[in-house]
Nanobody, 124 residues
Framework: QVQLVESGGGLVQAGGSLRLSCAASGRTFSRSAMGWFRQAPGKEREFVASISWSDGPTYYADSVKGRFTISRDNAKNTVYLQMNSLKPEDTAVYYC?????????????????WGQGTQVIVSS
């Protein structure tokens, strides 16, 4: 099992930027694909971005493509989500997740470990 702790959320104006971090410990982090998901009030948790453990694919939701960038530093056991050009509709709790697989996917069902979430609020 991987333990995950997110940080970096907060309140930002529309058009601004935030960088989320997710520190991992436990099972070997570098062998797992990692992902970010988000959940807005009253909505289902949705996929945001995922990254493979090494040279595999990276995926983004259409709604964030071109604005968000996922990256990872395996030496630091940390995955990041750089969020630029933020919009009010990006407001949500953002969750980091570790996949059961090495190659990135977009399905919640492929992720077995989850962080507690970090709140992002984008004001208009």
């Amino acid at each position: 099992q991987v333990q995950l702790v997110e940080s970096g959320g907060g309140l930002v104006q529309a058009g601004g930027s935030l960088r989320l971090s997710c520190a991992a410990s436990g099972r070997t982090f570098s062998r797992s694909a990692m992902g970010w998901f988000r959940q807005a009030p009253g909505k289902e948790r949705e996929f945001v971005a995922s990254i493979s453990w090494s040279d595999g694919p990276t995926y983004y939701a259409d709604s964030v493509k071109g604005r968000f960038t996922i990256s990872r530093d395996n030496a630091k056991n940390t995955v990041y989500l750089q969020m630029n050009s933020l919009k009010p509709e990006d407001t949500a709790v953002y969750y980091c997740a570790a996949s059961r697989f090495r190659t990135a996917t977009m399905s919640k069902n492929d992720f077995g470990s989850w962080g507690q979430g970090t709140q992002v609020i984008v004001s208009s």
